[in-house]
């Protein structure tokens, strides 16, 4: 007989310390040192040792031959709770998962969650030579690779389906843009028109340049403790109410519509004990527009095929009817490997404690996370979201 375990809450855990290392297109540094000065960065902003920090999560896929084993060497940490955490955009829900329980648990007082990867010219090429099976089988011997093919192959069929036109994933675009302005790190540092985006050169039908992430080398990173140990060093926190993690969800729909979101999306709301219409920023994975829309639907803001009109009925930016991805997002900040996953974090955590590093969102209480990642030939494996609550 099967039956869901029941979880706890995470009461009395939660997150602070946001931290970003200010991201290059291309850095001749290796992902070591973007996560060692993350890890830098971090200790100093929380006026800890390096040798405080007895937990650590690690995500990113440019740290070969080392895995999170290893790079305790090169950091100098002597943790005794570790985790991997190779996700992609589901890095920063899982890592979040993972450190909060041990945090909960007593394995670890201070866990630091680290994501980073560096991006040489060449380097994003030989990530994709060896990043799926299937994709080696199924797609690279017929001369197509990497991500766009897929998510136009995606984001074909859900327009066919759900009627969703590019000014649709246009006006996302716009939104993340005019976010990203105020943001320092974000590598699109110019106002992206709508008519630009309709008339840029096509990459992979229906996809056009400003629906692609641009990697970038970059780090992110939080730490994870118990709320009493944050407030006993001034830290400002916010708290973990809830968090969710699937992974190949719905093997047998032929293209992907839908990601594992809409398996767990009512543990998500009723742990946390809130609901949709009480979320005041929310932050998508969004390495291309179709995976935001499907994650509106799959959160509970809109029903499954009303993603589009969802969209044309809100605005996006930070001062919007719906503040969504406040910091620009991948779309317009870049996508800085596994990195991509925790900036959704940082960003929440900013708003969250009153201290944006672009605009604040008004009133900021309660903010929604969210991660996709692991694209395979034909769809995104891995999915995850988190509740976040400004502490009292």
Partial sequence: MNSAPVRTAYDGVVACVPITVPYRRYSTNSAHWWIGRALHDLTRAANIRPKDIDGLVLSSFTTAPDTAVGMTQHLGLSPRWLDYVPMGGASGVVGLRRAARAVQCGDAQFVACVAGDTNHVDSFRKTLASFSRFAQDAVYPYGSGGANASFALITKNYMNLYGATREDFGKLCVAQRDNALSIPFAMMKKKLTLDEYMNA?????????????MPC???????VCRADVAKSINLPAVRVLSTIERHNAFPDDPIQYRGGWAMDIDELWQMAGVKPADVDLVQTYDDYPVIVT?????????????GPDF???HTFTTEGSFPHNTSGGQLSAGQAGAAGGY???TESIRQLTGAPIGKQVKDAELALVSGFGMINYDRGLSSGAALLARAP
């Fill in 201 to 213: 050169r096509p990459i992979s039908d229906p996809l056009h340049l400003f629906d692609c992430v």
């Fill in 217 to 223: 080398a970059g780090a992110e990173a939080f730490l």
């Fill in 343 to 345: 900036l959704g974090f």
């Fill in 294 to 306: 499907m994650q509106f639907e799959d959160l509970g803001f809109c029903a499954k095929g009303e």
């Fill in 311 to 313: 969209v044309r009925s």
